[in-house]
């Protein structure tokens, strides 16, 4: 069972984690991250971007990957773009497996490919001090390079 | 333009005219641009992709009628 999607809407990942799990007879282990968006002091909104041609293929790529190298009976890797108000889900990842390592460490390489390697560009709405909000475009963390950098061997 | 490079070109997508007679080139992509823009496209962290294919050397560009040329600032997702 393999499902790989964008959404441009808020998403349940219950809703999503219940039938994959179903959908994969006679695993050994599921394995679920869910990304939300923090509750920082000041933000009000995040907004993913991402860029049609190259994103969801990525994404697809991402999961052919994941395949080759984890012994897997099933992956689900949904991410959302648009404006997100804290509290909001933000990614969902969950794999399913005859054992649990080969689960856990595909959502683990997953998450760290979708973190630094995929296409999305994230921007956050701040509150100033006049009272008015303005957004800021979030660089990419040096941290998530070095996560990335745990797959290169 | 994603993320960041669209604010600094003011639009999510510009249209340009060709050059006459050859196709459009790196050097010429940028002298159609908006200057701050262009000042920022030699970053070697930003990537260019011609109908949705990432160049591997976005220097080597060749744009013709109708093409689309994606300009990807460094990533920030999940």
């Not at chain 2, 591997?56 to 080597?60: D, G, S, T, V, Y």
């Given at each position: 069972m393999r499902d790989i999607r964008l959404l441009d809407q808020m998403f349940l990942p219950g809703l999503l984690i219940g039938p994959f799990t179903q959908a994969n007879?006679?695993?050994g282990g599921v394995c679920t991250f869910v990304g939300e968006v923090r509750y920082d002091e000041g933000v009000e909104a995040l907004e993913l971007t991402h860029y049609e041609p190259l994103t969801l293929p990525g994404m697809h790529a991402l999961a052919d990957r994941a395949f080759e190298r984890f012994t897997l009976m099933g992956l689900l890797m949904v991410h959302r773009v648009g404006q997100m108000r804290p509290g909001e889900p933000i990614v969902c990842v969950s794999a399913a497996a005859l054992h649990r390592r080969d689960a856990i460490d595909a959502v683990d390489f997953c998450m760290d490919h979708l973190k630094s390697a995929a296409w999305f560009w994230k921007r956050e709405k701040r509150a100033t001090q006049n009272g008015e909000s303005e957004w800021h475009w979030i660089e990419p963390r040096e941290q998530d390079h070095s996560d990335l950098a745990r797959w290169e061997s | 333009m994603l993320g960041k490079l669209a604010d600094l070109a003011q639009a999510a997508t510009i249209d340009l005219p060709l050059p006459l007679s050859k196709p459009l080139d790196w050097e010429g992509l940028k002298a159609a641009l908006p200057s701050a823009l262009a000042e920022a496209?030699?970053?070697?962290?930003i990537r260019v992709a011609i109908n949705g294919a990432l160049l591997?050397?976005?220097?080597?560009l060749q744009a013709g009628a109708g093409d689309e040329i994606a300009l990807l600032p460094p990533v920030s997702g999940g």
């Open positions: 007879k006679g695993l | 496209l030699d970053d070697p962290r591997p050397n976005k220097a080597k």
